[in-house]
């Protein structure tokens, strides 16, 4: 079961930043957050994760609060092609690697 | 260059048919998944593969049995298939696992 909980859907203007929520207020220490999305009709892609620090690589950034207690995903020029449900997922370091996709948000992106 | 390539895209058949589904990754991982995706559009994990050999497998009906010949094969094969197994089934693949996971295509799979 997801222990995550994010928006059903949101939208957002091209060229503008999407900033994406994602509670999990039940996290534990060694449980990262990751974040994927899927595209209409494709395989998810992995966008990013993190532990405890703020991360960023070239598709995102991912902010997260420093009781881990909630996160936000950042996509700082949201195009079209970003248009996809986004999930955010906790997972553990330790043994127990699965990946557990809740219902994720869908973003919609406007021109 | 495709790195997790599945086949058949799409594959329509009747109840009570044994069908396969085929999955290949060129990334050189030692780690493949098998994902399930009903028509609620929930992602479900079935089974892992790491370095040949089964490390997770799901509450999936025995009708459902994974092969993986070599680390860069993870077959799936569905015996006696229902109605209820009509879904949207990705295979994926990582370097180790817990490291990030490459999805394939989808195959979409539609039992008459």
């Known amino acids: 079961d997801a222990k995550t909980t994010q928006p059903p859907s949101m939208d957002c203007a091209e060229g503008r930043a999407a900033n994406l929520p994602c509670n999990h207020s039940?996290?534990?220490?060694?449980?990262?957050v990751y974040w994927y999305r899927q595209i209409h009709s494709q395989g998810p892609q992995y966008i990013i994760h993190?532990?405890?620090n703020n991360e960023t690589n070239e598709m995102a950034s991912l902010i997260i609060t420093e009781d881990r207690k909630s996160s936000t995903l950042i996509l700082p020029h949201a195009t079209l092609r970003d248009t996809a449900v986004y999930y955010c997922?906790?997972?553990?370091?330790?043994?127990?690697?699965?990946?557990?996709f809740g219902k994720g948000t869908l973003l919609t992106v406007n021109p | 260059d495709t790195a997790v390539s599945q086949t058949p895209k799409y594959l329509v058949t009747q109840m009570g048919n044994d069908k396969s589904i085929k999955c290949e990754q060129n990334?050189?991982?030692?780690?493949m998944y098998w994902y399930k995706q009903d028509s609620k559009k929930f992602l479900k994990i079935m089974f892992s593969?790491?370095?040949?050999?089964?490390?997770i497998n799901e509450t999936v009906p025995n009708r459902f049995s994974p092969k993986s010949p070599d680390k860069a094969h993870l077959n799936l094969h569905i015996n006696s298939l229902e109605l209820g197994d009509s879904a949207v089934y990705f295979c994926?693949?990582?370097?180790?696992?817990?490291?990030?996971?490459?999805f394939g295509p989808g195959t979409r799979l539609t039992v008459l």
């Open positions: 994926a693949s990582s370097q180790g696992r817990s490291n990030e996971q490459f």
């Open positions: 039940t996290i534990s220490g060694n449980e990262y």
């Open positions: 993190g532990l405890k």
């Open positions: 997922i906790l997972r553990s370091g330790g043994s127990n690697y699965k990946l557990t």
């Open positions: 990334l050189g991982h030692d780690t």
């Open positions: 593969y790491n370095n040949k050999e089964l490390i």
